[in-house]
């Protein structure tokens, strides 16, 4: 019985570490996800997670899909599968001074 005490601040410790180190950082990670998804607007020029370009042409209420416009067309893709808004990148507003 007394080794079990001696491991116990040693089990804590770990798991301390492991929520710090590997839950916080993927919660955040999801809520930011989910507030940049949020934010999309029509005319937001994005690249999706599978590397393709285009501009988004709609987006659709009823479910969780956009309407992705690129050079070959348009293709209708899910929220999720955006990687990157490149809107801001592109036109960054311009600075004070």
């Known amino acids: 019985m007394e080794g079990m005490s001696n491991q116990l601040p040693f089990l804590l410790l770990i798991f301390v570490v ?27 020029k994005v690249i999706t997670k599978s ?26 893709i899910e929220r999720s599968a955006i990687s990157t808004e490149l809107s801001t990148k592109l036109n960054p507003p311009p600075k004070k001074g």
């Open 18 to 44: 492991f929520f710090l180190f590997i839950i916080l950082p993927q919660q955040r990670r999801v809520r930011r996800e989910k507030v940049f998804q949020n934010n999309l607007k029509k005319g937001d």
């Open 51 to 76: 590397g393709i370009h285009g501009k988004l042409f709609e987006l659709v209420e009823k479910d969780t899909t956009v309407i992705l416009e690129t050079m070959a067309g348009k293709i209708k």
